[in-house]
């Protein structure tokens, strides 16, 4: 596990501001698709409860229906906890240092990357749609001078209050390399 | 009436299609599992969602298990009198219907 305290590659004086991931939205989406599938199996089952009793009852279709619903159930299960593991791991950290990216692609790929602050040249805030827009979530892109790395926070709650932050925190760290 | 061939399969034959579909379902948990202990943050969230799953699939599995023990597993799955009994009653299936390559008129000769 990554321990907020003990960074991978921490500076002695690294300290963490930052701690994002994408807004609650899309833990509600997957309980909100999850709990969509349970329903209609448990719709299923009331609406056609006295054949499937009577389904249940017999020797060769009882057992392959109830392994049917087992399949569905324990499925179902299966894909939103995956759902909710590709969105737990996509993790951006921001300390006084630098912007960690921990991205889960999902099941078996995952993008781990780090820039340092005084290499970032523009920090760009995207709120797009009218449900990100009513809940305010968005992208943010920071942009460094090496055109090709370009970071996406997607998806975080209040982006124009991080862009500033990021800004500020750029800037706090430009001081900083001036005075040394 | 069109007449199945005599093939006996016992019915636990189908817990092997039901087997593999747990081992993918332990697979799937173990790579899940693998990258919630190895890359997330560490805190109570992680340890939560262990909880969760973990009890929703004890959930499901001992519910499978309790309905699925109270079968006869050595019931011949695939014979003739099976499908007879179980599937085309269930369906509706009149067999007769089918039964076209012989004229009505013609005396079945056996």
């Keep these: ?180 | 009436m069109t007449e199945f061939p005599s093939i006996s399969l016992p019915l636990a034959f189908l817990l092997i299609p039901y087997g593999f579909f747990l081992f993918g379902y332990a697979f799937y948990t173990l790579f899940n599992l693998y990258h919630l202990s190895r890359y997330s943050l560490y805190g109570i969230g992680t340890y939560f969602s262990y909880v969760l799953f973990f009890g929703g699939t004890l959930l499901f599995l001992s519910g499978s298990a309790a309905l699925l023990l109270r079968y006869d597993w050595t019931v011949p799955l695939i014979d003739s009198e099976t499908i007879q009994e179980e599937v085309f009653p269930f369906f509706h299936f009149d067999l007769k219907f089918y039964d076209t390559a012989r004229p009505a008129s013609q005396p079945k000769t056996e």
């Design chain 1, 1 to 180: 596990m990554i321990r907020l305290d003990q960074l991978p590659n921490q500076r002695p004086n690294e300290k963490v501001r930052l701690v994002l991931r994408r807004c609650w939205v899309t833990p509600f989406e997957i309980l909100f698709y999850v709990g969509l599938l349970y329903a209609v199996l448990a719709a299923g089952v009331i609406g056609f409860f006295p054949q499937l009793t009577v389904l249940l009852g017999r020797p060769v279709l009882g057992p392959l229906t109830t392994m049917g619903l087992s399949v569905y159930a324990l499925g179902v299960w299966l894909f939103g906890f995956t759902e909710f593991v590709d969105y737990y791991l996509d993790v951006w950290i921001v300390t006084n240092e630098r912007v960690l990216s921990v991205e889960q692609k999902g099941l078996f790929t995952r993008v781990a990357s780090e820039l340092h602050l005084s290499t970032v040249q523009d920090v760009t805030s995207e709120v797009k749609g009218m449900l990100r827009t009513v809940l305010n979530y968005g992208d943010v892109h920071i942009q460094t001078a090496a055109e090709r790395i370009r970071f996406i926070f997607k998806g975080v709650p209040h982006p124009e209050r991080v862009r500033e932050q990021i800004v500020a925190l750029v800037e706090e760290n430009r001081q900083k390399q001036v005075e040394k």
